[in-house]
């Protein structure tokens, strides 16, 4: 039975790390003492859900997180630091701390050790996110203890939802632009200033140029769209805000 341990402390646990070709450690009192910290932990480093989506969520929302008082988010998972080390530089997210728990003793403590022998993972995590201040959970979003690995409510999204919903932005932003563009450039300082997240593709990079032009039926960079709809480019992006 998966326990909610809200309202409890966390596991006091010694993770070892390995960083720059040297053995070091963290323990939970470093991690958690005196901070507001957003913990998720998932069932294995370069599986699918959670390389495709929980992972880079978090990475994606880290900003927000930050500006609403969170100051360290950790992935966990039951694998050696050398996997999630591995992992951590496949993804690119350099918002997140990537913890260790090899020996899952901190997943054990936390009532979230599950038994995958089944698909040949042994003993790993249930999915599963939490709020910490100061060591104390505040808040735990466990995933329903159904067959498979569900992933319903431990996303990014609905943990910022808890921290602060007015910070949550439903829409799906795409821009996409070209370096040294001042336009581009313009559209993307009015997004940060309205607090938006969007997605940057660069033309001749991301997308080739034939692509871009299907896409979008425009010659000029940027073009914006908003949950699919065309915008166009900065002065209109401006006008839609506005």
């Known amino acids: 039975m998966l326990k909610n341990k809200e309202q409890q402390k966390v596991p006091n646990v010694t993770f070892t790390l390995r960083a720059n070709d040297e053995w070091t450690t963290r323990t939970s009192d470093e991690i958690f003492s005196d901070k507001t910290v957003v913990v998720f932990s998932l069932p294995g480093a ?6 495709s989506s929980h992972l880079p969520r978090y990475n994606e929302l880290a900003p927000k997180l ?15 630091t050398f996997v999630m080390n591995a992992w ?4 690119n997210a350099d918002s997140i701390s990537f913890i260790p728990d090899g020996n899952g003793e901190f997943t054990d403590g936390m009532g979230m050790l599950v038994d995958k022998a089944a698909i040949g993972f042994g003993k790993r995590s249930w999915r599963y996110a939490m709020l910490v201040k100061n060591g104390v959970i505040e808040k735990m979003f466990i995933e329903p203890d159904l067959p498979g690995d569900p992933f319903e409510v431990s996303d990014a999204d609905t943990m910022l939802n808890h921290i602060n919903p007015s910070a949550c932005q439903t829409s799906a932003i795409v821009v996409f632009s070209k370096p040294g563009c001042p336009h581009c450039k313009n559209a993307k300082a009015l997004l940060n200033e309205k607090g938006l997240t969007f997605e940057e593709l660069e033309v001749g990079k991301d997308v080739n140029l034939t692509m871009f ?3 979008t039926h425009a010659d000029t960079v940027p073009q914006i769209f908003i949950d699919g709809q065309h915008i166009g480019g900065s002065e209109a992006l ?3 805000l506005n």
């Open 46 to 51: 370069f599986t699918p859900t959670c390389s």
């Open 66 to 80: 930050f500006n609403n008082g969170v100051d360290e988010i950790i992935c966990m998972s039951v694998n050696d």
């Open 213 to 215: 032009k299907a896409l």
């Open 238 to 240: 401006a006008a839609h």
């Open 88 to 91: 951590a530089e496949h993804q």
